[in-house]
């Protein structure tokens, strides 16, 4: 079965400061690869997805995420964090072909504070 | 174009009782899929409908169904609440046949069982 282990529960960075959320995945293929954010009381939106080619994927609002297949890892980063983007950030894997995007494994989430 | 659409926002229930929830897709998209999220974890799979059919399901029991209607809206139903069940509900919707492989999520509906 697969699984999404976010090792982080709680960062806490200063504005303007360069940001990495890890992220740990388990499954027997070549996963779909999510990172998705959810300010409070909202749902979630997509900042990033990865497939397959470019192990490098570029996301919104500045975000980018590195594949690694040799450490299953999809970690999220960002050159300069803006206080707007404290928020709950939630790493996902999907099962490979269509129906992925409907059936997604989350991790448990990293909290990220931005001190002024 | 109004993005995926779920009512109510907020919703208090009694043990026991039963409640139904309602999510509209994104338009165009075709499939929709329920998650669970719980305080402080994250989204957890319940079940995904396509076709007005019951495609998928994740490791909830039967007291949790759904529906899913011509014009692609969906209902969750939860009978016999428990305490365990209080938790931001939300949908996703997509495109089966598309390439993108991208949910896109409503803003949920809180439901406290008390």
């Known amino acids: 079965a697969q699984s999404v282990t976010q090792p982080d529960i709680h960062i806490t960075v200063s504005e303007g400061a360069s940001l990495e959320l890890r992220c740990n995945y388990s499954?027997?293929?070549?996963?779909?690869l999510f990172w998705y954010v959810q300010s409070p009381g909202q749902g979630l939106q997509l900042l990033l997805k990865y497939f397959s080619g470019d192990t490098l994927v570029q996301g919104i609002k500045g975000f980018e995420a590195e594949f690694k297949r040799s450490q299953s890892s999809f970690n999220l980063r960002k050159p300069s964090v803006h206080w707007s983007d404290a928020a709950e950030y939630f790493c996902?894997?999907?099962?490979f072909g269509s129906g992925t995007a409907s059936k997604l494994t989350f991790g448990t989430g990293t909290r990220l504070q931005v001190t002024l | 174009d109004a993005g995926v659409t779920q009512s109510p926002t907020h919703l208090i229930k009694t043990r026991g009782q039963q409640v139904t929830l309602r999510c509209s897709p994104k338009?165009?998209?075709?499939?929709v899929s329920w998650y669970q999220q719980a305080l402080g974890q994250g989204p957890q799979f319940i079940f995904q409908y396509y076709e007005e059919e019951e495609r998928q399901r994740g490791n909830f029991p039967d007291r949790f169904s759904g529906h899913q209607f011509p014009n692609y809206s969906s209902e969750l139903n939860v009978n016999a609440l428990l305490l365990g069940d209080s938790a931001l509900y939300l949908c996703a919707s997509s495109n089966l046949g598309a390439d993108s492989y991208e949910a896109f999520f409503g803003q949920g509906t809180r439901l406290t069982v008390v």
């Open positions: 996902a894997v999907g099962p």
């Open positions: 499954y027997g293929a070549t996963p779909y």
């Open positions: 338009s165009g998209h075709d499939t």
